[in-house]
């Protein structure tokens, strides 16, 4: 079994919406896919079922060999112990340092200080923040607000990182650094990379597989895709 | 060793959690400290009460004079009546030769005016000395003893003291029911600060929930910040208690009004009184964050 599978999954939101319908997808281990579509077209909603905030209506999403639909509520944790999730507002603390923010994560393992001392600078040099440990996210540009939050995603050594449109906040220029940084995450540490967009310059750019949405289906699933079909 | 660093952070988490919401967590603990103030009142009228109600009631006797012609055989048969009734603890015979006998040797005038009686003419009367298990309803059995055949006259106690022990025993009820009202309205509000920590900390929660917290860990420093509040809110009140108690003690010198209604000796009661508000602070609060934390950290 894959890393990731979808087999036949649908998600139909309470007031109605059918956000996804008859997705069937499968994502091994070290790739880097872009999932991309429209507003409103689905891929959040898809995101949202690998980490267990959603549960597919039908089908079955596996995680790691997990149905998500199995796993209990009681035990969503583990799962996310193995996962590092990244979203378009950084989701960081105000009052914490960039150093903090990232070790954050870590006090729920209840680590020795010196290791999650070792662990936090790890992650925040392979973002290239080290000359910032002490700032707060406010004296922070965007794009280095991003890689803090990219930092506390990847300081638990996860088998998947996770990007609702990270770079829905940026400039083009800052842009393409935060993807050099998520690029380099998969080279380097062999992380599974899954990152919801619909900015057509990084997909472009990146030449990566592209699984594209509309209204909730998939359309397109190719390796080493552009955002738009070139056509024949 | 994981365990205890786990502890570690969640405690000085709730702690930060009780000085971020200061005045809220500063009107939880008042509101406990009164509701313990009252309990420690309660604890201390009921030592008293009970303690005073027990010697009442190993003093307070029903004596039923018998009638004067009276056969041996009927003075059995009533004794067998009065053993036969409900709320009877013991029930004791007292000749009238008995009784003159010992009456002689209380006085000399009783001595002087008792000699010129023989046996055959002791103008007293036989008499049972009836106990009862439950002092409130003394009267009752009384009046029961009284429609017994060949029972003359019956008396019992004091008419005051019985409503003195009724009266105390009606405080104490009024005071347990407060002290119930008292505890519930601390639980809501102990429940409302912890409630107003975890909205105030959601993104926080939030965070950690994505990063793989469990349930335990995020709801660890809320259930301890109830406690701490339980905890601060009960140290006053103990001291309070204790020490206000040895003081009236001291100064009224071991009792009420009279000597007939002893004080429970300070010391006796210092353990109870401790242990109860520790104990219920810290439970009110620990009870009090627990519906909090049922109610707005769901999954
Ligand atoms: N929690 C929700 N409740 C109801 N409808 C939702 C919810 N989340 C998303 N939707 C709907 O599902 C569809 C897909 O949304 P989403 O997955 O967020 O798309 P995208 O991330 O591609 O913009 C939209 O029509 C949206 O309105
Ligand atoms: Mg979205």
Known sequence: MQLIELKNVYKRYNNGVTALCDVNLSISKGEFVFVIGDSGSGKSTLIKLLYRQEKPTRGDVFVGGINMSKLRNGRVYKLRRKLGIVFQDYKLLPKMTVYENVAFALEIYGLRRDEIRRRTLKA????????????????????????????????????????????????????????????????????????????????????????????????????????????? | MKAFRILRSSLSESFKGVFRNFSLSLASIFCIAITLVLVGFSIILSYNVNNFTREIEQDMTIV???????????????????????????????????????????????????????????????????????????????????????????????????????????????????VVALVLVTIFLIANTIKITIQSRSREIEIRRLVGASNAFIRQPFFFEGIILGFLGSIVPIIGCCFGYRYLYDRLGGQIFTAIIKLVHPSDITFILVLGLLAIGVIVGAFGSYRAVRKYLKI
């Open chain 1, 124 to 232: 925040i040099e392979q973002v290239g923040l080290k000359d910032k440990l002490r700032s707060y996210p406010s004296e922070l540009s965007g794009g280095e607000q991003q890689r803090v939050s990219i930092a506390r995603a990847i300081v638990n050594n996860p088998k998947v990182l996770i990007c609702d449109e990270p770079t829905g906040n940026l400039d083009p220029k800052t842009s393409m650094e935060v993807m050099e940084v998520i690029d380099r995450i998969n080279k380097e540490l062999g992380t599974t990379i899954i990152m919801a967009t619909h900015d057509e310059k990084i997909v472009n750019r990146m030449k990566k597989r592209v699984v594209q949405i509309e209204k909730g289906i998939v359309t397109r699933d190719v390796l080493k895709g552009k955002y738009k079909d070139e056509g024949i």
């Open chain 2, 64 to 178: 039923v004079f018998l009638n004067r012609k009276i056969s041996d055989e009927d003075v059995k048969t009533v004794g067998n009546k009065i053993r036969g009734l409900e709320n009877i603890k013991e029930v004791k015979f007292e000749s009238k030769n008995d009784v003159k006998k010992s009456m002689q040797e209380d006085s000399e005038i009783f001595n002087s005016i008792l000699e010129q009686y023989n046996d055959e003419t002791n103008p007293l009367q036989d008499s049972y000395l009836v106990k009862v298990v439950d002092i409130n309803t003394i009267g009752k059995t009384a009046d029961e003893i009284e429609k017994i055949e060949n029972v003359d006259i019956v008396k019992y106690g004091e008419g005051s003291v019985e409503e003195l022990v009724k009266i105390f025993d009606l405080v104490k009820k009024i005071m347990y029911g407060t």
